[in-house]
């Protein structure tokens, strides 16, 4: 039994055909049929029914799918562990922060991570949303900062640190309020525009629905929340923000929170560092795991 052929099965489960699993792995499908005869052939069994158009694993190829699976993974590592050694430490290393997440709790990390290793690229993804999830999930991060429940992180299988609470307010410019002439309920915001922030990532799960977002609400989207914000303070719709992104406006009243009885529309976040339970971890990116327990 080999690594490849474990690789192909993974791929046509996740894809549900030869043919698309050809196209993913950028092989010919009769090599692909080829390696799964030979898996099936090695384990003495079928592991799909062939009946159907997508290939349904039967309950053996079933165990032998979720055993595979930890065998790639454990495969992975080990490679991963070879290139730190080959290597030393990152040449690269990319750390992805949330918008709703202050930007003060990474600075003197990344201060310290400067001066340690000056010769390493650093790259910050903004995200929003599962954006942030979704970048440490596929590798794309060494780790993030983002606001998130534990349970989420728990079932990522996330290593995760709490770093400290913030407050989502929903605010909007005094002109705007005005226009709004007191509003009491929820319903009553419809027809101002609600601006919102796109997710960066996927959306699955808890992610895939956009919450605080009534039925028949007018609405904008923007990509990040500094625009966002730029629209709120110019009476262009009301929509919730970090609050440490607008304590300055909320200060000189430019922004004011909006206020319904018996409705809280405001509400806390915890923000949290979180990265893959990997084995192999580079120097960089466990300086930066350990800086963030100090």
């Known amino acids: ?30 090599a692909v049929s080829q390696a799964l005869k030979a ?9 799909f029914d062939r009946s159907g158009y997508r290939l349904e694993l039967t309950a053996v190829g079933r165990r032998v799918y979720l055993q595979s699976l930890r065998v790639l993974a454990e495969a992975e590592d080990l490679t991963q562990l070879i290139r730190h050694f080959e290597k030393g430490q990152e040449e690269t290393v990319t750390i992805a922060i949330d918008a709703a997440a202050d930007p003060n709790l990474m600075t003197p990390v990344l201060a310290g991570l400067q001066t340690r290793f000056p010769d390493t690229r650093v790259i910050l993804r903004a995200e929003v949303l599962s954006g942030a999830i979704e970048a440490v999930r596929s590798g794309a991060a060494a780790l993030a900062m983002a606001p998130a ?3 989420m992180l728990e079932e990522e299988g ?3 640190r709490p770093l400290n609470g913030s407050v989502m307010r929903n605010v909007a410019a005094p002109s705007l309020l005005d226009a709004m002439n007191a509003p009491r309920t929820l319903a009553d915001l419809r027809r101002f525009h609600q601006v919102i922030a796109r997710d960066s990532g996927q959306a699955s799960g808890l992610f895939d629905r956009e919450l605080g977002v009534q039925k028949g609400q007018r609405r904008w989207y923007v990509s990040d929340l500094h625009m966002k914000k730029q629209l709120l303070v110019a009476g262009l719709g009301w929509g919730r923000l970090p609050e440490h992104l607008i ?13 319904l009885p018996h409705t809280h529309l405001s509400f806390e976040i915890e923000v949290f ?10 120097p960089v990116a466990t300086h930066l795991w350990d800086a963030f327990a100090h």
Do not use: C, H, W
């Open 149 to 151: 429940i534990p349970v």
């Open 39 to 47: 898996l099936e052939f090695q384990t003495g069994t079928e592991l």
């Open 1 to 30: 039994m080999k690594l490849d052929q474990l690789k192909v099965l993974r791929a046509v489960v996740e894809t549900g055909t030869v043919k698309s699993a050809a196209e993913s792995l950028n092989r010919t499908q009769p």
């Open 247 to 259: 304590a300055e406006e909320l200060a000189q009243d430019r922004l004011r929170d909006i206020v």
């Open 158 to 160: 996330f290593d995760y």
């Open 273 to 282: 560092v979180f990265r893959q339970r990997r084995s192999a971890i580079g």
